[in-house]
C-alpha cells in the first residue's frame, strides 16, 4: 500500500493519526450542536413536530444506508482519497445548511450531509487499522479515536453554545469549515494511502440494495413509532427487508463481495456490532432531547447548556485512553459489560428527573453516563478492526458505523416517539387560543414561541404545562433507554467472552481473502506473544 513506507517511524503514525481524528472531531462537533441549535431553528424556520424529528435524524437514515458502501470503496480507491474528499463536500454543505430558509431545504441539506458523512469514519478507523499492525499501539490509537469523538461531543456545545449566543444558529454548520480546512490542507501532505491490492470491483446493485433496505427499514420503524403501522409505512419496511435480503444473498456470491457477510460467523466482530447498536439506540435519543430540557425547561442559556453536558465527555475521553489498559488487566468482557451496565444505571437515574434537578447532581449522572459509554466504545472499535484482515479494514469499520449511525436514527425515532407522545397529551389552559395551542402541541420550542405572544399569566401557565409534560416524556424513555442498555450488556458479556485485545484472540486470517471463493477461517493464536493482527 503506498504511502506506508514512508511512516513507519513511530512519530509519523502518531502524527498521521493526529490528522485522522480531524474528520472524528468534525462529525463529533456536527452531531452535538444540532441539538443546541434545535431551539433556536423551531423558533425560525417553525418545523412540525415530524419535521423536526426528521432534521435530527435525517443524516443517520442517509449514512447509515451508504457507510457499508463507502467503506467498500475506500478499500477500492484508497482510503485517503476518500477521506479527503468527503471532508470537502462535509464543509461545503455545512454552508448549505447554515442558510437554510425553510425546515425542507434542512432536512435536504443534512441528507446531502450525510452522503458526505458516510466517506468519513470508515476511511479513519480503516487508516488506524492500516498504521498501527502492532496491537498493544493500535488499542492506544483507538482510544485516542474515541476519545477524539468525545472531546468532539464535549467542544461542541461549548463553542456551538459561544456563537449561539453572539450569532444566528447558522454559525454552529459554519465550524465545520476550519477543521476541514486543517484536515484537507495538512492530510493531503502527511497521511499516507492505503487501499486493498486486490479489491474487486464495487458492486452497483448491491450499493443500491444496501441504500434502498437501509432507508426502507429505518422509515418504516421511524413512521410506525411516530403515527402507526399504515399500509404504505409497512410496504417501505417490507420493501427494505426484501432489498436488505437480496443484499445479503448476493453478497455470498459475489467474488469481491460490498461486505463479506462471513465476516459475522466472528463471534467477538458480530458481539461488538451488535453491543454498539443497543449502546445507540438506548443513548441517543436522550441526548437529543436533554440539550432542550437544559434549555427549554431549566432556562439555561446555550454556552451553559453545552458546559452542563461537559462532565460525560470528561468521563468518556478518560475511559477511552485508559480502555486498553484496563481491558488487558481484567478482559474485554468484563470492562465492556461493566461500562454498559454503568451507563444502564446512570441512564436509569434519570427516571428520576425534575424541572428543578441540581446540577451537581444531573453532572455526576452524566460523568458515570460518560465513562460507561467510553469504555465500551473505545474497546468495541478495538475488537472488530482486530477480527478482520487489513485488506477489509474498510467494510469492518464502516459495520461499526452502520451499526452507531443505525442505532442513533432508530434511538431519536424510537425515544423520541416516547418523548413526544407523552408530551402532546398535556392540558393546555383554557385562555389558550386554539391556533397557539396547536403550535405548543407539536413541539416544546413551538411551545416556547407560541407564549412569548400571551399575556404574562396565560404565558406561564402553558409553559408550565408543556415543560411537565416533556419531562413526564424523558423519565418515561429513561426507562426504556435503560432496558436496552442492560440488554447491550447482556450481549457483551455472553458474545465476548473469549475476546482478548492481545495473545489468544481469535482473528481473520488475512491470506483468505474473501475473492479466494473460501470463508474466512477464525485462528486462535496459541502463543501469548504474538500479538499482531495479520
Known sequence: MRGLGTIRGSSARWLALAIVVLAVLLVAIDATVLGLATPFLSEDLRPSGTQLL???????????????????????????????????AFGT???????????????????LMGVAGATLMPSTLALIRNLFPDSRERSLAVGVWSAMASAGAAVGPVVGGFLLEHFWWGSVFLINLPVMAVLVLVGAKLLPESKNPTPGPWDLPSVGLSLVGMIGVVYCVKEAAAHGLRWDVAAAGAVGALALLVFTRRQLTLRAPLLDMRLFR?????????????????????????????????????LEAGLAELPAAVGAVSAGLVAGVVARRWSVRAVVAGGLAA???AVASLSLLRIDTGYLTLGAVLFVAGVGAGFSFALTADVILSSVPKEQAGAASAVSETAYELGAALGIAVLGSIVTGVYRDFTTPASVPSSAAAAAHESLGGAVASAAALPDSTQAALLASAQEAFVDGLRNASVAAAVLLAAAAAVAWFLLRDQRLEGGSERMDSRELPDTGRAPRLQRSGNAGSDKCR
Not at 449514512?63 to 468527503?86: F, P
Not at 441517543?284 to 446555550?302: A, D, E, M, Y
Request: cysteine-free; charged content about 15%; aromatic content about 8%.
Open 54 to 88: 426528521w432534521i435530527g435524524d435525517v443524516y443517520s437514515f442517509v449514512i447509515a444506508g451508504l457507510l457499508v458502501s463507502m467503506g467498500s470503496l475506500g478499500d477500492r480507491i484508497g482510503r485517503k482519497k476518500l477521506l479527503l474528499s468527503g471532508a470537502v
Open 93 to 111: 454543505l455545512s454552508v448549505l445548511a447554515a442558510y437554510a430558509t425553510s425546515p425542507e431545504t434542512m432536512i435536504a441539506a443534512r441528507a
Open 266 to 302: 466472528h463471534r467477538g466482530f458480530s458481539g461488538a456490532v451488535l453491543a454498539d447498536l443497543l449502546t445507540i439506540l438506548g443513548l441517543s435519543g436522550l441526548v437529543f432531547f436533554l440539550s432542550q430540557f437544559l434549555q427549554l425547561v431549566q432556562g439555561r442559556k446555550p
Open 343 to 345: 451507563l444502564a444505571v
